[in-house]
C-alpha cells in the first residue's frame, strides 16, 4: 500500500510533465495552471509516502540511495513551486517539474525495502548532512533546468535581453547561490562527521572528492559572474556542465565508483 503512494506520486509528477510542456509549447496559460495543481497533488501523496515511510523504518527517510533519491525529487518540487508562488512564471515550472520526474523515476529503479540504518550514520550530523545534501542537489537541478530552458528559448530566436530571458538567468544566478552555500554546509559538516565516524577528517573517497569537484566548478562559476560579468548564454552551458557533475557525485559514483559513502 505504501509503495503505491510512491507509484501514485511519480504518475502525478508525470501528467504534470507532459501538461507543462504541452502548455509551455502552445503559450497557454490554463495549462500550466493545470500542471502546477498535478504538481502540488503529486507533493502532497509524495509527502505522505515520506512520512509514512519515515515512521516505518523509525527514522528521517534518507538513508539509502532510494531515500535520497526520493528525497532530491522532494526538495526539486518543493522549490520548483515557492519560486513559482513568488515569481509567477511559467517557465520555473518549466524547468522544475521535468528535474522532479526523472530523479523521482531513477529513484523508482533503486531497492525500495527499508533497511535498517549502517552504524555509521547513527549520527547527529546525519539530518544537517543529507537534508542540506537534498536541498543543494534540487536547487542546483533547478539551474541546470533553467539553463536548458534558457538555450531553447535561444535556439528559437528569443532575444537575450528579452524580460523572460534575463529573468531565466538572473535566478538559475540565485538558485546556483543557493545551492552552492548549501553544498558548502553538507562538505563542512561531512568532515566533522568523517572524523567522529571514521576518525579521519578527509579520506579522498570517490564522493568526498567528487563533491569537492562538483564545488570547485560551481566555485568557478560564481566567480566568472561575479567577477568577469559573464551572463546569458556561457553560463547557461556552464550551469548545464555542472549539473553534469552532481548528477554524477549523486548516482554516477556510486554505480561506478564504489566507496565508503556506497550506502547513499
Not at 60 to 79: H, K, R, T
Request: net charge positive.
Amino acid at each position: 500500500m505504501r509503495d503505491m503512494v510512491f507509484f501514485a506520486a511519480l504518475l502525478l509528477y508525470f501528467a504534470a510533465m507532459i501538461v507543462q510542456i504541452v502548455s509551455a509549447a502552445l503559450g497557454r496559460q490554463k495549462g500550466c495552471r493545470a500542471a502546477c495543481a498535478l504538481l502540488s497533488a503529486g507533493l502532497a501523496l509524495h509527502t505522505v509516502y515520506s512520512v509514512w515511510r519515515g515512521i516505518a523504518a523509525g527514522r528521517l527517510p534518507l538513508a539509502n540511495q532510494f531515500e535520497f533519491a526520493s528525497g532530491f525529487a522532494w526538495a526539486i518540487a518543493v522549490l520548483g513551486l515557492i519560486l513559482h508562488a513568488r515569481l509567477r512564471q511559467t517557465w520555473v515550472l518549466t524547468a522544475s517539474i521535468p528535474a522532479a520526474f526523472l530523479v523521482m523515476s531513477y529513484a523508482a529503479f533503486q531497492p525500495m525495502e527499508i533497511r535498517d540504518i549502517m552504524p555509521a550514520l547513527r549520527s547527529t550530523w546525519f539530518a544537517l548532512h543529507i537534508g542540506s545534501a537534498i536541498f543543494s542537489y534540487a536547487a542546483l537541478a533547478i539551474a541546470g533546468g533553467l539553463g536548458a530552458y534558457y538555450l531553447v528559448r535561444l535556439s528559437r530566436g528569443e532575444r537575450e535581453d528579452s524580460t523572460a530571458m534575463r529573468q531565466a538567468d538572473y535566478m538559475g544566478y540565485r538558485m546556483i547561490c543557493l545551492g552552492f552555500l548549501l553544498l558548502t554546509v553538507v562538505i563542512l559538516s561531512g568532515a566533522i562527521w568523517a572524523e567522529q565516524a571514521w576518525s579521519k577528517w578527509w579520506s579522498w573517497d570517490p564522493k568526498e572528492t567528487w563533491a569537492l569537484i562538483t564545488w570547485i566548478i560551481y566555485a568557478i562559476y560564481l566567480h566568472q559572474r561575479l567577477r568577469m560579468n559573464w551572463q546569458g548564454r556561457r553560463m547557461a552551458l556552464l550551469s548545464l556542465a555542472a549539473l553534469v557533475c552532481v548528477l554524477f557525485t549523486f548516482a554516477g559514483v556510486n554505480l561506478l565508483l564504489p566507496g565508503l559513502h556506497s550506502y547513499a
